[in-house]
């Protein structure tokens, strides 16, 4: 528990360990297990993150923005491998985290064998999360990875994601390759890989809202909604709440990581 005046504080919420964060320009809530950030909202707004209100036990919790890593998706070779992989099932170490009138940077650490992964979360009137993974293995390493980001908005089939124009990418749903032709609007499910990162905007008009979220330095951006597909302690209310543009490196894009190597992906979003 922090010190009083602190701006952060544990608490155990759902049987999951929390950190809560009141700091004059937003609010955050993180959990240990991930290193997820699961809620931000920066002070006279709505929040920007959708979270499921009914948290599995011992499995990952839908909502914030879990870090898929060091596979994305179903493990290349090891069917019964957890999907997304094993970072937002463990706990993870808050090495730092510093404050001042601006807001806050918050250092998460993962080891895993001969792997280590931080998550640098810088809050304020915007977020930015930068993951930096390294290995210390004897020989070169595969590595898929993502900021699955899920975002909260007034109705899925009510917003539209621009600045994909012209993208090319893999639709598995319709399982085809894709190219993006103007805005993308969901309106039953999306499961699409784009092979781009860069500047996209989310625009909510019910909420008269427009969120710039940043994927540049990514391989891929991707939009997931299961649209009608049910979805574990799930409403469908409350899926209609969230659509999920990510920053990965996944499939094709996928990284060789040599001894030593560093890997990087970040994600960053402002009100416009
Ligand atoms: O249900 P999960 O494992 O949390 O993953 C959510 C979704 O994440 C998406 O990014 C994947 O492409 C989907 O296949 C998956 O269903």
Redesign the pocket.
């Known amino acids: 528990m922090a010190g009083k005046g602190e701006p952060q504080r544990w608490v155990t919420h759902q049987g999951y360990e929390l950190l809560l964060i009141e700091h004059p320009r937003f609010q955050a809530a993180f959990s240990r297990q991930g290193g997820q950030l699961l809620h931000f909202r920066p002070r006279g707004q709505r929040p920007w993150l959708w979270c499921a209100s009914h948290w599995p036990r011992g499995g990952?919790i839908?909502g914030g923005v879990?870090v898929?890593w060091p596979w994305?998706?179903r493990h290349p070779t090891e069917p019964g491998w957890p999907?997304?992989g094993w970072a937002r099932l463990s706990d993870w170490q808050l090495l730092a985290s510093e404050a001042d009138e601006q807001g806050m940077r918050l250092t998460w650490q993962l080891a895993l064998c001969d792997w280590q992964v931080t998550l640098e979360v810088e809050l304020g009137t915007g977020m930015r999360l930068c993951l930096r993974t390294r290995h210390q293995d004897t020989h070169t390493c595969q590595l898929s990875h993502?900021l699955?980001a899920y975002w909260q908005v007034s109705d899925v089939t009510r917003v539209a994601l621009l600045g994909l124009e012209g993208a090319s990418g893999h639709d598995?749903l319709a399982r085809s390759e894709c190219r993006q032709r103007g805005e993308l609007r969901v309106e039953e499910g999306c499961?699409r890989?784009f092979r781009r990162g860069g500047p996209l905007q989310l625009q909510d008009l019910a909420w008269q809202r427009r969120l710039a979220i940043d994927t540049s330095g990514a391989a891929n951006s991707?939009v997931?909604h299961?649209g009608s597909r049910p979805?574990t302690d799930v409403g469908w209310h409350e899926a209609q709440g969230f659509i999920?543009v990510?920053a990965a490196s996944c499939g094709p894009d996928s990284l060789s990581l040599a001894p030593g190597d560093e890997a990087l992906l970040s994600l960053h979003a402002e009100l416009v």
């Open positions: 990952a839908r879990p898929c994305f998706g999907s997304h993502a699955h598995l499961h890989i991707v997931w299961p979805l999920c990510e």
